[in-house]
């Protein structure tokens, strides 16, 4: 089976710059994704990581580490709006359809 | 469309009811997945389509779950003699393909409440 463990809440200052981790147990590996959520809003896809090392998407970055079965989202010169819930997820299987969700962060940001 | 569209947006029924929600996914995409999100929870995958293959229904928690697909059109999850654990919002999203399953696109959902 797949597990994802995440911080409940992360709280930040406008501005700043904050990272959510994701740590998973996969029975095979097939990448990680992030998602954002705001209150009463539909998830959206923010990235994915299929091999080791940095993406980068404006102010939105995603590491990932298979070695340390780790991942984690870096949020940069945050604003309010970014205020919202953060997911992780990974595909079950090869060219799975079925993603496991992890239980979310919910980042505060604060003026 | 622009994107997946749900309908009803939000739904009260009484205990033991039948209900039906809708999923339009995004023209062109092939692969549909239906979610269940309880309050401050995760999301729970509950079944997939994927063109005219069999669904996995692998996530559907009770019998009293079912769900529909036409082609690569729209999709219906029908919940029978509704319980009020089945109380959260149902989202659908979509995908090009199940090989971007990855990246899915999800509708605003709806909100069911049984009372």
């Known amino acids: 089976g797949q597990s994802l463990e995440q911080p409940s809440e992360v709280t930040a200052v406008e501005g700043a710059i904050v990272q959510i981790n994701c740590t998973y147990q996969t029975s095979g590996f097939y990448g990680l994704s992030w998602y954002q959520q705001h209150d009463g809003g539909a998830p959206t896809f923010l990235s994915y990581n299929a091999l080791d090392g940095l993406e980068e998407t404006g102010r939105f970055s995603s590491f990932l580490s298979r070695s340390d079965s780790y991942g984690y989202l870096l949020l940069q010169e945050l604003q309010m709006k970014d205020s919202a819930s953060y997911f992780c997820a990974v595909p079950s299987g090869a060219g799975s359809y079925q993603l496991t969700f992890g239980k979310g962060t919910k980042l505060s940001v604060i003026p | 469309g622009a994107g997946v569209s749900q309908s009803p947006s939000n739904k009260v029924t009484e205990k033991g009811k039948d209900v039906e929600l809708r999923c339009d996914p995004i023209s062109g995409h092939t692969a549909l997945y239906w979610y269940r999100q309880r309050l401050g929870q995760g999301l729970e995958f509950l079944i997939y389509f994927q063109g005219n293959s069999a669904p996995d229904k692998s996530g559907l928690p009770s019998d009293r779950f079912s769900a529909e697909r036409t082609g690569e059109s729209v999709s219906t999850l029908t919940i029978q003699r509704t319980q009020q654990e089945d109380s959260a919002v149902y989202l659908c999203?979509?995908?090009?393909?199940?090989?971007?399953?990855?990246?899915?696109?999800f509708g605003p959902g709806t909100r069911l409440t049984v009372t």
């Open positions: 999203a979509s995908s090009r393909t199940k090989t971007d399953a990855y990246e899915q696109y």
